[in-house]
Every structure is written in structure tokens, then in C-alpha cells.
């Protein structure tokens, strides 16, 4: 069971350049969610989605982009990148609870990006 | 809108005293509380959590937390501190019923010998 998986694990982007980071999952989660964090700020909300077909913004979506076509992946697109989305990205996946319970997440390794 | 708010961004203790890391909660309703350890170089591990059924809470690795509805509180403990409890923690935040987790700030935990 390889849970939350991430790739690449490291990379470095010059300004202006365009990528994605690969998020897969092999647990039937239907909740996912990407998350960026920087020091003293703690992990903050990019985007998530609670399904296939279906994606909303998190706290700090600007210069993102998702998609989700299938209950395993949910990649993260960087349209232009600039230094301040130098950062440590991590990707979740969870249970959508049923009634009001939270099954909390489980977390991919994560991605160091720095935009240079 | 909900939110939480650890004090203190890093904690030593010896190694064998008592681990005492705090998270105070913002909820306009009653959250969903949750503990997460991350090891240097890796993603979050889930700890414990907190989802209204008892208000002690007992994780892995000997942890616990108990959540304080007075003080809005859910201090995460530890008895004896290990040098293999060196990591940072954060605390997260839900409403009941919905997915997205809001995350403090985190607290480094440094184990002295």
C-alpha cells in the first residue's frame, strides 16, 4: 500500500516557467487537498477537492491551478512560477466522513520547489 | 472561521521530563482537534485526535491530549521525553462535518541528553 504518493521530490524552476507536481493516491480517498509550507507559517490550504470533477480554493490559490479526472490523482499546476511560490508542497488525502466525523489526513512526502 | 494558535516555536526539554506543547482553539462551533508530528525531511504523520468523544485523548508514541472546552485548549502531553521525540508539531483544526484541516503555526521539540 503506498498511500500518498508525490513527485518530483525536489525541484528547481526559473522564473516564468510553468509546472506540475504529481499527487496520486491508492487508498479511494475521495478528499484531497494541496498544501504549502513555509517557515513559521505552519501548512497552509492551496486547494482541495472532495471528489472527482470537483475542486475549490483553499486560502492561497493564486497561481495555482488543479484538476481532478480521477479519484487517485489531483496534480498542482504552477502557471508562471515566481520566488515567493518557493516553498515545501505536501498533498493529502483523506475519507470523506460520513455525518460529522473527520477521519484526518494522510500525507504525501513531499515537494521542495525553489524558484529561482 | 476557525483557527489554531501554538505557543511557543520551539520547546526544549531533557531527556526523560515532561513534554508540554500548547494549542489553543477558534471555533464558532465544536471543532474537530487534531495533533501532527513531522520528522525532518518528511511529510505529517497523524499523532492523535480529538472528535468530541472523550475529552483525553491518548496517540502514538505515548502522547496525549486533553481537550479543554473552558479554556479552548488541547495541550498535547508526553511523561518522559525521547531523544526520538525530536520533531516539530502541529495542531489542526475542523468544523464537524467538514474536510479541510486549518494548521497552527508549529512548535519544534528539541530533546537535550
Known amino acids: ?17 510553468s509546472m506540475t507536481l504529481q499527487c496520486a493516491q491508492d487508498m479511494n480517498h475521495e478528499y484531497m487537498s494541496w498544501y504549502r509550507q513555509d517557515p513559521g507559517m505552519g501548512l497552509r490550504l492551496i486547494h482541495y477537492s472532495v471528489g472527482a470533477g470537483i475542486t475549490d480554493q483553499g486560502e492561497v490559490p493564486n497561481g495555482y491551478n488543479v484538476s481532478r ?31 460529522n466525523y473527520n477521519y484526518g489526513y494522510t500525507f504525501g512526502s513531499g515537494t521542495r520547489l525553489t524558484v529561482v | ?25 477558534s471555533s464558532s462551533v465544536p471543532p474537530y482537534l487534531f495533533w501532527y508530528v513531522q520528522y525532518p525531511n518528511q511529510g505529517l504523520q497523524l499523532l492523535l485526535k480529538y472528535t468530541s468523544a472523550a475529552t483525553l485523548v491518548k496517540g502514538i ?9 473552558s479554556e479552548t485548549s488541547f495541550h498535547l502531553t508526553k511523561p518522559s521525553a525521547h531523544m526520538s521525540d525530536a520533531a516539530e508539531y502541529f495542531c489542526a483544526v475542523s468544523q464537524t462535518g467538514a474536510n479541510n484541516l486549518f494548521f497552527g503555526t508549529g512548535t519544534r521539540l528539541t530533546v537535550i541528553p
Request: a positive charge.
Open chain 2, 61 to 69: 508514541n505515548g502522547f496525549e491530549a486533553e481537550f479543554k472546552k
Open chain 1, 1 to 17: 500500500n503506498a498511500g500518498v504518493t508525490q513527485t518530483p521530490k525536489f525541484q528547481v524552476l526559473k522564473t516564468g516557467q
Open chain 2, 1 to 25: 472561521a476557525q483557527s489554531v494558535t501554538q505557543l511557543g516555536s520551539h520547546v526544549s526539554v531533557s531527556e526523560g521530563a515532561l513534554v508540554l506543547l500548547r494549542c489553543n482553539y
Open chain 1, 69 to 99: 479526472s480521477t479519484t487517485e490523482d489531483f496534480p498542482l499546476r504552477l502557471l508562471s512560477a515566481a520566488p515567493s511560490q518557493t516553498s515545501v508542497y505536501f498533498c493529502a488525502s483523506s475519507l470523506l466522513g460520513t455525518g
